[in-house]
């Protein structure tokens, strides 16, 4: 299950406030203001806005498609709080580690309740292995207390895509892309999380260039995402980002999106895409 977490919040106020803006947009109203001006939220887009980005969303979907087949998801897939904790285990390290560290969770912990009767402390102590263990293990100490025993999160499943955003939103630690992954890969949603690697490549790309943080690239990818293409362009993007298009030292000859990018143009930054072009 390729869950890729990058910079989350680790306090559900930013992931409320982005799920109500993301209701906005998708019911066409206006955008939530934050009301200090630094990190306001760019307007909705305007229907021409909306239609070239669903556009270039469905060229990347297909490129990416192209080059590496279509993502399938797990046959059998997590259950809507394994799904949530395996997300939060996956930030800042190795698919590798995360599995690691989950594999340990339940080893020394079968069942849910028994973490949340544990001590953080005693929780980092099994995830150590998938790093950050500390943060991680209060996040999830907090998440299952807060869940005062309804582990099953059952109900999530009856529930509309912007109910169940706003529903696991409002639990301790939870951001929006952590919420999203869980609809995208427990529930089978058509719902689109943004991490860092989506937000860098999709940035460069210039679908989101104004977007300064993951929070706002998913506010501007809500209306654009082809139908039923929500988990393979989520999945294919953190591959290129992950291989390609790195933070530093980005391999763009190599990229199937190389035609279309703005970055390896030269319009965001001419002299870093001409040395990524040179390798």
């Not at 939220?41 to 297909?62: E, F, K, M, Q």
């Not at 339940?106 to 973490?115: A, S």
């Not at 929780?123 to 292995?129: D, F, L, P, S, T």
Request: one cysteine or more; a positive charge; glycine letters at 8%.
């Amino acid at each position: 299950m390729p869950l890729a977490i990058g910079s989350a919040p680790f306090r559900s106020r930013t992931g409320r406030r982005s799920i109500e803006r993301h209701v906005a947009v998708r019911r066409g109203g206006s955008a939530l203001s934050n009301g200090n001006g630094r990190h306001g939220t760019p307007p909705p887009p305007s229907n021409g806005s909306v239609h070239r980005d669903r556009s270039t969303a469905l060229r990347i979907t297909r490129a990416l498609e192209k080059a590496w087949g279509v993502p399938q998801p797990r046959r059998r897939a997590l259950a809507p709080l394994d799904a949530l904790v395996a997300t939060i285990l996956s930030q800042h390290t190795s698919d590798a580690n995360s599995a690691r560290a989950y594999r340990e969770l339940k080893r020394r912990f079968p069942r849910w309740g028994l973490v949340a009767g544990s001590s953080p402390e005693d929780i980092a102590e099994a995830i150590r292995c998938g790093g950050l263990a500390d943060q991680k293990a209060l996040r999830i100490h907090q998440i299952l207390q807060g869940l005062d025993g309804r582990f099953d999160m059952r109900q999530l499943r009856r529930m509309p895509n912007e109910t169940a955003l706003e529903h696991l939103c409002a639990l301790d630690g939870v951001g929006i892309k952590t919420a999203a992954c869980v609809l995208l890969f427990s529930l089978g949603r058509d719902v689109f999380p943004v991490d860092v690697h989506v937000h860098r490549v999709l940035t460069r790309v210039g679908l989101a260039h104004n977007s300064k943080s993951p929070e706002q690239t998913y506010e501007r990818m809500v209306p654009a995402i082809p139908p039923g293409r929500a988990y393979s362009l989520h999945v294919n993007l953190v591959r290129l980002g992950r291989s390609l298009c790195r933070p530093t030292r980005p391999q763009c000859r190599r990229c199937p999106l190389l035609s279309m990018c703005s970055f390896a143009s030269g319009k965001e930054n001419p002299r870093v895409s001409r040395g990524a072009l040179n390798r």
